[in-house]
């Protein structure tokens, strides 16, 4: 902790660039207040542009870093603050920082700052010291006075909570670690916070931390020279209303000076920047959009390089939205040919190779050697995980011996000829779990001996054991959904139906039954239309959506038709194609009058790359019906998935909103009498109003999509890739309220973008989701990110999802398959193992339940062989034998025969099995829980198929709904 005595006085003549202060695209705005502030403070300090950082001598090597409001850092500077950190640096930050940064880049940032940004509150409150805080707090009242700011979430016991708000339980305002403080409110807006605390808490932090280094003198950063003005251009957004249809917008300069004043001196320069109004204005602007998305990435780079574009002139006119008598703004690739104009380009960053060293570093919260202090709760979670891991691994070998009715060997009890599937330094299974479980029961005690270096050893070594004692070399995968999303890169590195074949004859090695196939991607269409203005560039004399539905069907695999639904463009897309970087798109550029704005006037949002269209523009939405209806008329695909559906990320109490399109703004204010873009947050009536028309506009939606589709063909499946955020957070950040889709029967299946590296972290992310009770007789999807996942962690999250209630699992992308995955995937759920055709759960919802079932009888009946109190219990009692002899009858007839007589009759068994189940299994559930909550979680995923199928099976053929 830091200590808050007296304000010492700086003398600016006998110090040089005290501290540094990052300026940044999203503090620029608020840079007047920043500047005023800082002036105040008293002393030198170096302004570096956010953008300059990309190594370790940027930052310079003041002592002291301060990060005002920055939302979005790429993962290089995230990790050249962190090693600036491990050096001895002392952060200061304020605001959301890095909220609009990757997840591995929010982590990082997490982990540096001990905690961050949690929600917003609704208003201002009072900043008062923490109580357990040291008692100088108290004497310093410049520092505490009403803020409008957020609640702070520790990340761990380390975190010391300095200063909470007078609120419902005094929730953490201000946290400290021993090099950093992290301010719960947005330092240098006016709006937020007086001019006087903020001064006083900057000049409090540098001087504590000044005091506690040793070194005496500081040196300029490369980026602060020791001329006394450093001036940087900056580009001002530009909420200007001008047309779409224009292609460079000349920026603002404003001079960003690194002061030198003595203390109470007033300065010589201001920026020139104007503070934006409150008026009302015409939001049809566009901005160039910067950095990369923190939405899933698609694009795969074309092997050949370079290519040149011609791009032709925009027309002013809408095309006919069923069939456009001339193509807007044909996107033409070719090479060695010179561009007709300059073109605007974003400077490419490694981003992958970049977020993967991140990622990696923060992926386990576990560091080998750490001998920092362990929770408490910390404690807790990982004993939980490692006993967790057991039963993943347990549950992997019992499928595999069932299946394949070897009685010789368990996997709890004894494996004395299996193999293991990889070298391993234990000699067998049995020995690698007992030895995992001691560890699991030394790891209280080691915490308590304080010897914490050793409990992460151990925990580490546990784990890595555990992992190569899957068996990853047998077959062991049930009927389940096992979807990939094959994405445009992939697709366009195909080249042709040839090079398809090869991607679809691995898909089906690996055992995939479904594919999403990237049909829509930023407007452009992989197929030849005759709706949307243009195919994609990228794509020559071939029609890559014919083809896989072809090669899909050939193999016995489903094919969906993946479309971008309000997102119409992609500036990262511009890039590969060589057009300009703010190009919102072809349907766009068309149609101007179909954007979607933020408060600003902006396109794209700050720290986004995507234009998206208006939701509540009639226009917009007979359009993408009349697409989506083309491609299900015009090609056998067996369902819709809708990508993009929702709004931009927004954070409405820090000023960051979307969705004044024309037609949004004109119709709320046609129910309301107001226009929208002079709504604030803390309106709160009005403003969830607003929240509400806008989620409903998304809604209403996918209940057309969903109608036309039926209408079409009652057999096509609509799915939908969703994020995992909670509901109330959701609705109000990108209006994507899926519960309501899910509980009106709109949709058939949820594919949440359960995305992490570690399965800890993924399991934290889906569980909310498989134990929800608000998704009606959808059935669910966690998706899997295979992007810097380990391929044994792959196989741990698919095994953690087959021990729970859900029925299957779609990866992300296609484009990530390797030869380690391919192999595991063959081996462990390959179709070449099979003698027989495995039903797919979302088309043969009932077949797949009893095979389910079936399975299930395979597995105590080989426990029951080996464990002596099951076999006491339940394989000797012939109440259990004769209820599951019946269930599974029952699940055979209504598989053979779908009718909601057979339905009634089969869920009427199933629910007088799982009633008994629990007493059944009393006596093994004591020796091993895991295993009994497995076979219970089984049983509610055969529930769920059940309810599924009444709906999509039963009522669509007879209209008939079973209770």
Not at 139 to 157: D, H, R, T
Not at 359 to 379: F, H, T, Y
Request: hydrophobic content about 35%; aromatic content about 8%; charged content about 20%.
């Amino acid at each position: 902790m830091f200590s808050i005595g007296g304000i010492l006085p700086v003398n600016a003549s006998t110090q040089t660039g005290v501290f540094n202060i990052i300026q940044s695209e999203e503090n620029s705005e608020e840079w007047t207040g920043i500047n005023k502030r800082l002036q105040a403070v008293g002393v030198k300090y170096c302004v570096i542009p956010l953008a300059n950082i990309n190594n370790l001598e940027d930052v310079g090597k003041q002592q002291v870093l301060f990060l005002p409001n920055v939302e979005k850092l790429t993962p290089v500077q995230a990790m050249v603050f962190k090693k600036w950190m491990n050096q001895g640096g002392r952060l200061i930050a304020s605001g959301p920082v890095g909220n609009l940064s990757t997840p591995g880049v929010r982590q990082a940032l997490r982990n540096m700052l001990g905690g961050y940004w949690g929600f917003n509150l609704n208003d201002a409150q009072e900043l008062r010291p923490a109580k357990d805080n040291i008692q100088e707090w108290k004497n310093q009242k410049e520092l505490f006075s009403q803020v409008w700011g957020a609640v702070m979430i520790p990340e761990n016991s380390q975190t010391q909570i300095a200063a909470v708000w007078n609120y419902q339980n005094q929730p953490a305002a201000v946290l400290t670690t021993e090099n950093s403080t992290f301010l719960g409110w947005r330092w240098g807006k006016d709006q937020d916070s007086n001019a006087q605390l903020d001064t006083a808490w900057l000049k409090t932090l540098v001087n504590s931390y000044l005091k506690l280094s040793t070194q005496q003198g500081v040196n300029h950063a490369a980026n602060c020279p020791q001329s006394s003005v450093n001036t940087t251009t900056i580009k001002k957004p530009d909420i200007s209303s001008t047309n779409i249809s224009q292609t460079e917008n000349k920026p603002t300069q404003i001079n960003v000076s690194r002061v030198s004043i003595k203390p109470n001196q007033k300065p010589n320069q201001k920026p020139t920047q104007k503070k934006p109004t409150k008026q009302p204005r015409t939001v049809n602007a566009k901005k160039r959009p910067i950095q990369k998305p923190t939405q899933k990435p698609t694009q795969k780079k074309p092997t050949k390089q370079p290519r040149t574009v011609n791009a032709k002139k925009k027309p002013t006119q809408k095309p006919n939205v069923s069939k456009p008598t001339k193509q807007p703004r044909t996107v033409t690739v070719q090479q060695n040919k010179p561009q007709s104009k300059p073109i605007l380009r974003v400077t490419p960053q490694n981003f992958q190779e970049e977020i993967d060293q991140l990622q990696e570093a923060v992926r386990l919260d576990i560091i080998p050697n750490s001998n920092q202090p362990i929770g408490s709760k910390d404690a807790i979670a990982l004993r939980k995980e490692l006993e967790n891991l057991i039963g993943r691994v347990e549950s992997a070998h019992l499928s595999v011996l069932a299946r394949s009715g070897n009685t010789k060997n368990s996997p709890a009890l004894k494996r004395e000829n299996t193999k293991a599937s990889r070298e391993t330094t234990n000699s067998n299974l049995e020995e690698t779990l007992a030895q995992a479980r001691e560890v699991a029961k030394n790891i209280p005690v080691l915490i308590s001996q304080k010897n914490y270096a050793l409990a992460r050893q151990q925990w580490l070594n546990a784990k890595r054991n555990l992992w190569q004692q899957f068996p990853i070399n047998q077959y062991l995968a049930q009927p389940e959904v096992r979807a990939v999303w094959l994405d445009r890169g992939t697709i366009v590195n195909a080249g042709n139906e040839e090079g398809l074949k090869k991607i679809f004859d691995r898909l089906a090695k690996a055992g995939i039954n479904t594919v999403f196939f990237e049909t829509v991607n930023a407007s452009y269409t992989i197929y030849p239309s005759e709706v949307a203005p243009q195919q994609n560039p990228l794509i020559k004399d071939w029609d890559p959506l014919a083809s896989a539905v072809k090669l899909a069907h050939a193999r016995g695999m489903e094919l969906h038709a993946w479309v971008w639904t309000f997102a119409a463009g992609n500036s990262r897309h511009n890039q590969i194609i060589g057009v300009s970087s703010d190009y919102p798109g072809p349907v766009l550029a068309t149609n101007p009058d179909w954007a979607n704005y933020d408060q600003r006037g902006r396109m794209i949002p700050v720290g986004q790359t995507k234009p998206f269209l208006d939701p509540a523009n009639p226009e917009v939405r007979e359009y993408l019906l009349k697409l989506y209806a083309e491609i299900v008329t015009k090609y056998q695909v067996d369902g819709i998935q809708l990508d993009y559906i929702r709004y931009p990320f927004q954070d409405p109490f820090s000023g960051r909103t979307y969705g004044y399109g024309k037609a949004a703004r004109e119709k709320f204010k046609q129910q309301t009498g107001v226009d929208p873009v002079n709504i604030s947050p803390r309106q709160r009536d009005l403003w969830q109003k607003w929240t509400a028309f806008r989620t409903e506009q998304v809604n209403s939606f996918v209940a057309e999509v969903s109608q036309m589709l039926r209408q079409k063909r009652s057999s096509l499946i609509l799915s939908v890739a969703v994020f995992p955020l909670a509901e109330y957070e959701r609705v109000q950040k990108i209006q994507q309220h899926w519960e309501v889709w899910a509980r009106r029967g709109d949709i058939d299946l949820i594919v949440p973008m359960t995305y992490a590296l570690d399965t800890p972290r993924f399991q934290r992310l889906a569980q909310p989701w498989i134990s929800s009770q608000k998704l009606g007789s959808t059935l669910l999807v966690p998706g899997i990110r295979l992007l810097s996942l380990p391929t044994v962690g792959a196989f741990d999250q698919i095994q953690l999802l087959r021990d729970l209630p859900v029925s299957g699992y779609a990866l992300f992308a296609a484009e990530n398959f390797n030869n380690e995955l391919d192999e595991l995937f063959s081996n462990t759920q390959g179709k070449m193992k099979l003698s027989y055709t495995e039903p797919i759960p979302q088309r043969q919802p009932f077949r797949t339940a009893a095979f389910r079932f079936a399975a299930l009888q395979q597995e105590w009946q080989f426990v029951g062989e080996k464990d002596e109190k099951l076999s006491n219990s339940v394989t000797t009692m012939a109440n259990f034998q004769q209820h599951s002899k019946s269930l599974q009858n029952a699940l055979n007839q209504l598989a053979a025969f779908p009718s909601a007589s057979n339905l009634i009759s089969a869920r009427g068994e199933l629910v007088r099995f799982q009633t008994q189940f629990k007493i059944w299994m009393g006596a093994t559930a004591k020796e091993n829980p895991y295993r009994v909550k497995v076979w219970e979680n089984q049983l509610l995923t055969i529930e769920r198929l059940l309810r599924y199928g009444e709906r999509k099976v039963i009522n669509a053929n007879s209209g008939l709904t079973v209770r």
